[in-house]
């Protein structure tokens, strides 16, 4: 069992940046690989980035690629999201996961375990 709690929403300027933690619970976070997913009012939650816990690889939405970086702590139990550059459509919930093994690391379907979510609003 693992639980997730996400914190380091707020709002910001257009161009701002923001940094999002996830703090995990378990003893076995480090097998887990962990994602960041956003969901807009009337939108589908979409995928915007994951670390593996197998080689810290690490994949991005499109939409975020050049702007956002994940990375995880592994002593500490948590996984972050710094987001630079932060624009309008980014407004969002922003929601941390984590699953063990993941063949489309994209798809919350993938998922095992999921935070509560942290609101993040970009002001143009």
């Known amino acids: 069992q693992v639980q997730l709690v996400e914190s380091g929403g707020g709002l910001v300027q257009a161009g701002g940046s923001l940094r999002l933690s996830c703090a995990a619970s378990?003893?076995?976070?480090?097998?887990?690989?962990m994602g960041w997913f956003r969901q807009a009012p009337g939108k589908d939650r979409e995928f915007v980035a994951q670390?593996?816990?197998?080689?810290?690889?690490?994949y991005y939405a499109d939409s975020v690629k050049g702007r956002f970086t994940i990375s995880r702590d592994n002593a500490k139990n948590t996984v972050y999201l710094q987001m630079n550059n932060l624009k309008p459509e980014d407004t969002a919930v922003y929601y941390c996961?984590?699953?063990?093994?993941?063949?489309?690391?994209?798809?919350?379907?993938?998922?095992?375990?999921w935070g509560q979510g942290t609101q993040v609003t970009v002001s143009s």
């Open positions: 378990g003893r076995t976070f480090s097998r887990y690989s």
């Open positions: 996961a984590a699953v063990q093994y993941s063949a489309n690391y994209y798809s919350p379907h993938e998922y095992d375990y």
């Open positions: 670390i593996r816990w197998s080689d810290d690889s690490t």
